[in-house]
């Protein structure tokens, strides 16, 4: 990785702190994009290499044209990998409902604006938990029915696979050498396990117990989006644990079939373009483009 910057979100913990911490001693400059720079330099300092901390909030579209605007140089790899897990009930400062506004929207919008710089992969991290997501184009926001948090993780989940699958079918038409992958970390041990446990019962306390018992590493849940970022996949690959109980060296792996769905992929899309003001940057050139 030596000569190459990459750019993880949210790596001041769990599985995008592990990645980073694995790229900058293999050489590459990473660069921190992170909510909170007192902890992204804490995290830093637990690093080798050639690390830098830089402030995204992608609840904030405003900090994120902030933060693509003051990114000048090349970008080997941008890894999408911030993400909230079944909190309460939130909006960002766009008024968003907070996972589908940061785990997809944020991403999105950065992607996006920062694409002309990236000469890679993009690679976006998602989770199992996308099977049981579907996309409510009639209330994307949870504006109409009642908050349920795991739902709406669900549905943000859905859109980081559709959001790969459309980036990779533009940038293919655009005639661009970058990838766009996904990858999801199976069960790891993550704070974002955390959300699991409201203390209220004895049961969701044991299931949390069990849930952590069975999780792997966060180095090992790092290993899948390790992979998308630097084998030799293909684009639109989608990455995640080889083992049972999602556990195990990382492989290609299958996802849904509302994930395959071309054609709500490029609804999101537009729908996404629509709610954030941002649109893909780079010219089609393939045959789509040829009247």
Not at 169 to 198: F, I, K, Q
């Amino acid at each position: 990785m030596t000569g190459r910057t990459v750019v993880v979100t949210g790596a001041n913990s769990g599985i995008g702190r592990a990645a980073a911490q694995a790229l900058a001693a293999r050489g590459a400059r990473v660069v921190l994009a992170v909510r909170d720079p007192a902890k992204g330099h804490a995290a830093a300092g637990t690093m080798t290499g050639d690390v830098a901390v830089r402030r995204l909030d992608l609840a904030d579209l405003a900090s994120v044209r902030a933060f693509a605007d003051g990114f000048t140089e090349p970008i080997d790899v941008l890894i999408n990998n911030a993400g909230l897990m079944i909190p309460p009930l939130g909006r960002t400062a766009d008024g968003f409902e907070l996972q589908f506004g940061t785990n997809h929207l944020g991403h999105f919008a950065l992607t996006n604006l920062l694409l002309p710089r990236v000469r890679g992969r993009v690679v976006t991290v998602s989770s199992g938990a996308h099977r049981a997501g579907r996309i409510d184009f009639d209330d994307l926001n949870w504006e109409r029915r009642p908050y349920r948090a795991l739902p709406a993780y669900a549905q943000s989940k859905l859109a980081n696979l559709l959001f790969t699958a459309e980036l990779h079918r533009r940038l293919t038409e655009a005639g661009s050498p970058v990838l766009a992958t996904a990858a999801h970390p199976g069960l790891a041990a993550t704070n974002l396990l955390g959300h699991l446990d409201d203390g209220r019962s004895p049961l969701r306390r044991l299931r949390t117990a069990v849930i952590n018992g069975l999780a792997q590493s966060v180095e090992d849940g790092a290993l899948p989006t390790l992979y998308a970022a630097v084998a030799d996949v293909p684009g639109g690959g989608y990455a995640g644990p080889g083992g049972l109980l999602g556990r195990g060296a990382p492989k290609l792996v299958g996802r849904s079939r509302a994930a395959r769905d071309g054609a709500l992929a490029r609804r999101l899309w537009t729908v996404s373009e629509e709610l954030t003001g941002v649109t893909f940057p780079l010219p089609a050139t393939g045959p789509a483009a040829r009247p």
